[in-house]
């Protein structure tokens, strides 16, 4: 009898445990893939690094236009406190279907159509910005992650101009990569869960 | 180690006659019924637990498109369910090593489930708050199992954590990495605490000297060097009273504190280079290890070697900086040897004096009543 009770504290410990994982990896999946297939689509042009994350293998570096924020772009009032700030980045197609920046601001943007706005991830060193300024922002999608030493053909496409990705914005701001195009041919189709 | 000592004090003293061999033999099954070192079974479970664990971990991050994202996905939720069950079933049935095994490859799972979605959705920049999750599911797994194993997991992803953090902060004096490293230090001692595993200490305590180290380098301040080489040496001090210093916690913070006032002293020895300054950092430095010789030297052989470390480390730099000459650094060791001997002769003095008395209180057949600890 105490063997059983003794195993059935253990097991349920073991339950809880592996049901909160699969949750917290099922949150995860399922918090991108809501972003896939509800968010609101914008293209981008990458620019011109064959790095390797220990955990998730070798990616290439994709760089945005939108991804340098010039300080005249930015209304309203500036944050004197550096900690935890995000800029708010109104973003809008050109003509050739390309998405670039229009304003941004550290407080709320307020929806326009047309437009979509991404949220920054914090800046990390935050000084009150100058005229003339350009503020690097970064927004979780800077990272293709790859198959094993395959990333020097995309990393030669993308030195050329060639690479082009089309991201998913959530009603949050938040961005989720979509598809990685290649002289405009998609590579590495997947399906989004 | 202790074994060996022990069977060496036995047969000593059953040759003596002081007691009997069965009774020798007794006390040794004893020790040995009682132990509490791993064993080599053990050992070995978990190391191919750790190769196992790197083995899923990197084949998260060969991304090899040959299996289809979803049999990835299901597949690595099924380790975790089957590495938790397995480890609750092994436990139940006393299978402690495995138990303890299976967990480890449970949590390393778990991490590389964690890999493969941000790898699947091209996550960049999330990498602290990966850890965080991960940190907190392994210390819940050291909680719920009382984990020993698991608390060295946890240990091990705190020393992850604060490098990250400190590297994606850019070593910036910010809340997140000033604050980091004590916090983890703290969880990583209660786990030490609940779980019983007192090596895992060791990684608190480096995590803490590292962060110490990191603060110096902010502030350049040479009274921080001074407390620590000052505190560290209080601080251990404190660790030999004899109530405190009967728990192996307390002893190997100790050994820390030691370590703490060692990392004071090389910085000090950096700040002053040379001259009477050099001189009075030195004679610090060999005080310092005197001291702790005097007072823990005898029973801890890793004390032993941080001392001697500290000792011979001032003695080798000394003799490479030179306080103004080789002549005026030959004379400062010639002065420094002459007041160490004086010292020793001093120390064996009171050694002989407290064993005499030791020796008519046994003799009297009265119990002296030391604690089994020298004072």
């Known amino acids: 009898m105490m063997q059983g009770n003794h195993l059935f504290r253990l097991l349920s410990g073991a339950v809880l445990l592996a049901a909160l994982q699969t949750a917290v990896i099922g949150y995860q999946i399922g918090e991108r893939a809501h972003i896939l297939r509800e968010g609101r689509e914008i293209l981008l042009r990458t620019e011109a690094v064959d790095p390797r994350d220990l955990l998730r293998g070798d990616y290439v570096v994709l760089s945005y236009p939108i991804s340098r924020i010039p300080e005249e772009k930015i209304i309203g009032p500036r944050p004197t406190d550096g900690h935890d700030v995000r800029l708010h980045v109104r973003v809008a197609p050109e003509p050739d279907g390309f998405a670039v920046v229009a304003e941004a601001s550290f407080a709320d943007l307020p929806e326009k159509p047309g437009t979509v706005v991404l949220t920054s991830e914090p800046l990390l060193s935050y000084a009150l910005p100058e005229q003339g300024d350009i503020i690097p922002v970064h927004y979780g999608i800077e990272r293709f992650y790859v198959p094993e030493g395959q990333g020097k053909e995309i990393e030669a496409a993308r030195n050329q101009g060639a690479v082009t990705v089309a991201v998913r914005v959530s009603s949050c701001g938040k961005a989720q990569i979509r598809q990685l195009f290649v002289g405009g041919t998609p590579v590495y189709r997947e399906p989004d869960f | 180690m202790y074994r060996a000592r022990l069977k060496k004090d036995l047969e000593r003293w059953a040759e003596m006659g002081l007691i009997s061999q069965q009774a020798s033999d007794a006390m040794l099954e004893d020790h040995d019924s009682r132990s509490t070192t791993p064993a080599i079974g053990g050992v070995l479970l978990m190391l191919s637990a750790v190769l196992l664990s790197a083995a899923i971990l990197l084949l998260v991050a060969a991304n090899w498109q040959a299996i289809p994202r979803l049999v990835k996905v299901s597949g690595i939720i099924l380790l975790i369910w089957i590495f938790h069950g397995g480890a609750a079933f092994s436990l139940a049935y006393g299978r402690k090593a495995t138990g303890q095994a299976l967990l480890v490859l449970g949590a390393a799972s778990f991490g590389a489930a964690m890999s493969l979605v941000g790898q699947l959705y091209h996550l960049s920049g999330d990498l602290l708050d990966l850890l965080y999750v991960w940190i907190g599911m392994a210390t819940l797994s050291a909680l719920i199992f009382r984990s020993g194993a698991m608390a060295g997991f946890v240990g091990l992803l705190a020393l992850g954590l604060a490098g990250a953090t400190i590297d994606q902060f850019n070593f910036a004096w910010v809340a997140e990495t000033v604050w980091t490293p004590p916090l983890l230090a703290l969880l990583i001692a209660f786990l ?93 430095a060999v005080a310092v290890a005197i001291v702790a010789l005097v007072l823990r030297g005898r029973e801890d052989g890793q004390l032993r070697s941080v001392a001697y470390l500290i000792f011979g480390g001032e003695i080798l730099y000394l003799s490479f900086a030179t306080i103004d000459s080789l002549l005026g650094t030959s004379g400062f060791f010639l002065i420094s040897g002459v007041i160490v001997a004086l010292l020793a002769l001093g120390a064996s003095q009171v050694e002989k004096r407290l064993q005499a008395r030791k020796g008519r209180a046994v003799g009297a057949g009265i119990d002296a009543g030391w604690g089994g600890e020298r004072p």
């Open chain 2, 192 to 284: 030490s605490w609940f779980t019983g595993n007192v090596r895992v200490q060791n990684l608190a305590g480096l995590l803490l000297l590292g962060w110490l180290a990191w603060i110096y380098g902010e502030v350049m301040r040479t009274d921080l060097a001074v407390a620590y080489a000052v505190g560290g040496l209080v601080l251990f001090a404190l660790t030999v009273l004899p109530g405190l210093a009967r728990h192996a916690v307390v002893r190997l913070a100790g050994l820390h504190a030691l370590l703490l006032s060692g990392l004071g002293l090389v910085i000090l020895n950096s700040i002053y280079d040379k001259g009477l300054p050099l001189a009075f950092v030195a004679i610090g």
